[in-house]
């Protein structure tokens, strides 16, 4: 029988191993294939371009500087303002396009309250950038 060994006393049972040789032959003739084609994929079309110098428009939004103390007191940029004139601010600085960012600057001992206030306020308005400035560099308990 063409399944087993020379050996005649096994009877004839299947060979139980794995020829490899077959397979590793079409590996390597696969391989050689993929070296002889890889340098022939990596042409480009040339192309002259045209030169030009240009610099992107960047446009980079203002910020607003809100302050807020210790007594709940609001600082717009510097100066003292109301909550009803921080509302009227907020809504002109929303319809601005690039709308600007409004860094929201508190006292270490302002309640909560007053900066949650402000937060809603700034979000009623449709201020959608808001970010908090702190001092790095200072270590209070």
Do not use: C
Request: proline letters at 7%; a negative charge.
């Amino acid at each position: 029988m063409a399944f087993g060994g020379f050996d005649q006393t096994g009877g004839s049972r299947p060979m139980a191993e794995i020829n490899m040789i077959p397979l590793i032959d079409v590996m390597l003739v696969l391989l050689v294939i993929f070296i002889i084609t890889a340098p022939l994929l990596t042409h480009a079309v040339k192309v002259d371009l045209p030169k030009a110098a240009s610099s992107p428009n960047l446009t980079r939004p203002d910020h607003i500087s809100l302050s807020i103390d210790a007594a709940s007191g609001l600082f717009w940029n510097g100066e003292a303002v109301d909550r009803a004139a921080l509302r009227e601010r907020l809504g002109v600085a929303s319809r601005l396009e690039p709308q600007p960012e409004l860094h929201i600057r508190a006292d270490h001992t302002t309640q909560y309250q007053a900066i949650a206030e402000v937060m809603a306020d700034a979000a009623k308005a449709g201020v959608t950038r808001i970010g908090f400035v702190s001092d790095p560099n200072e270590n209070k308990p």
